[in-house]
């Protein structure tokens, strides 16, 4: 249908593929099942993030992105609350969030760091269980917005450069 589908194996998205109506017998396919051979519709159920190596949050470079949390590619855009549903800050990694962004079900393990820079604002969604584990080392140089989420630090947190808002647990 000329519509964004993505390939199972590696999760890359494939623009232009026609959809098949009907199987190699000529007998009509389900409509209500998304799956097209190796490909399903462009939205893929379950992205779950975690970093590769140290950097900015921005830099797509640094992550890496499963649909299973088992098999993990080069990632094609940052995560974010909205595209995402785990985001992991794996130990010896930091990351500096360089860009305003608001993130959701977030751990950073321990021995690793978690930096919001000087004038950005980090905000954490409210979701369901545990917003933000910082088992790890979580640094705030601009703004944390953590509203009524829950964040659970079990690591060192130091906004002395910056400012915690919002009314949930910390």
Known sequence: NGSDWVKVEDGS????????TTDQRGEAIDPDI??????????????????????????????????DGTTWA?????????????????ESHTVMVDI?????????????????DTGIILTVADGDGTDLTADG???????????T?????????DATGGFITGVGLL
Do not use: F, K
């Not at 305003?100 to 919001?116: F, N, R, Y």
């Not at 080392?137 to 509203?147: A, Q």
């Open 149 to 157: 989420a829950a964040v659970d630090a079990n690591g060192t947190v």
């Open 34 to 67: 998304p799956c097209m051979g190796a490909y399903y519709p462009a939205e893929p159920p379950i992205s779950y993030y975690r970093t590769s190596v140290s950097g900015n949050w921005s830099d797509t470079g640094i992550w890496e992105v499963s649909h």
């Open 137 to 147: 080392d979580l640094g705030v140089n601009g703004t944390l917005s953590i509203g």
């Open 13 to 20: 998205v494939v623009t232009g593929v026609t959809e098949i």
């Open 100 to 116: 305003d962004i608001a993130i959701d079900q977030t751990t950073v393990e321990a021995g690793a760091a978690l930096i919001v």
């Open 74 to 90: 080069a990632a094609t855009e940052a995560p974010d609350a909205a595209t995402s549903d785990a985001i992991t800050i794996r």
